[in-house]
């Protein structure tokens, strides 16, 4: 156990990323597991993730505009084509949704085969690198952040389903480069467990809270324990959601 690094200059924008990621993906999450779609965030975060190793094999500069624009345009496609089979075959999106995921994580394979420094790539896109994230990143987050919020809850159930899926990609290409397709996937799926058994206000603000929990602790534990950020703060994420959900399945 090391107390050095308890740095709050390096441990700050790790939770203020956390938290950002969190302020999109509870709601959605909430809204994917109300679908029946689970794995559509796994599925759209692995086609994002695709998109930035093909901006990276073809030699555009890591983070630029290039790359976003790969990354949201990639994201933007699986979303497209999901709001299309959910229309035409819908007794099988999830089945569909799985496959998307399943190609796009071995296309992404692929094309890093011959990188030397595939393997550390692919583990960023996986866990990510919360602890380096830059406050570049994170103001441009936050605005991003802001103007979804500001749709998803002033447009409410008037975005459709091409705006719900629309949302859904941007958010989740944002929050891969912040946080890595593992956390994605906690963040929306694990608070919305948690809080199932709830409705409106009271379900939105249990699942955040769940969710600061999680990201606390496991922020911490990392940087004391010196282990990879993204795997803790996963577990101690659903730490927070049984605790949680213990709790609101007792009182109810």
């Avoid at 090391?2 to 990323?17: C, K, Q, S, W």
């Avoid at 994201?75 to 999830?94: D, I, M, N, S, Y």
């Avoid at 996986?126 to 103001?139: N, P, R």
């Avoid at 802001?146 to 290409?173: C, E, K, N």
Wanted: some cysteine.
């Amino acid at each position: 156990m090391t107390f050095e690094m308890l740095d709050p200059l390096i441990l700050g924008p790790a939770f203020a990323a956390g938290l950002l990621t969190l302020a999109t993906h509870v709601p959605l999450g909430q809204q994917v597991l109300a679908r029946g779609i689970v794995f559509i965030d796994l599925a759209i975060a692995q086609v994002a993730g695709l998109g930035v190793i093909a901006a990276d094999a073809l030699g555009w500069e890591p983070r630029g505009l290039a790359v976003q624009i790969a990354a949201v345009g990639a994201a933007l496609g699986g979303a497209l084509l999901l709001t299309f089979t959910e229309k035409r075959w819908p007794e099988v999106q999830e089945a569909l949704i799985g496959a998307l995921f399943v190609l796009a994580a071995c296309a992404g394979l692929l094309l890093l085969a011959n990188n030397p420094h595939g393997g550390e790539h692919l583990k960023d896109l996986l866990v990510g690198q919360i602890l380096w994230v830059s406050y570049g990143q994170l103001a441009s987050a936050a605005v991003l952040t802001a103007a979804l919020l500001a749709l998803w809850f002033g447009a409410g159930a008037r975005i459709g389903r091409i705006g719900f899926y629309t949302i859904f990609a941007v958010a989740v290409t944002a929050s891969v480069q912040l946080v890595g397709i593992y956390l994605v996937f906690a963040s929306l799926i694990v608070p919305a467990l948690a809080t199932r058994r709830l409705t409106g206000w009271r379900q939105l603000l249990w699942g955040y809270a769940t969710g600061v929990a999680g990201y606390a602790t496991g922020i911490l534990a990392s940087a004391l324990f010196d282990l990879p950020t993204g795997a803790v703060t996963v577990w101690t994420l659903t730490l927070a959601a049984v605790i949680a959900g213990t709790w609101l399945g007792r009182r109810a």
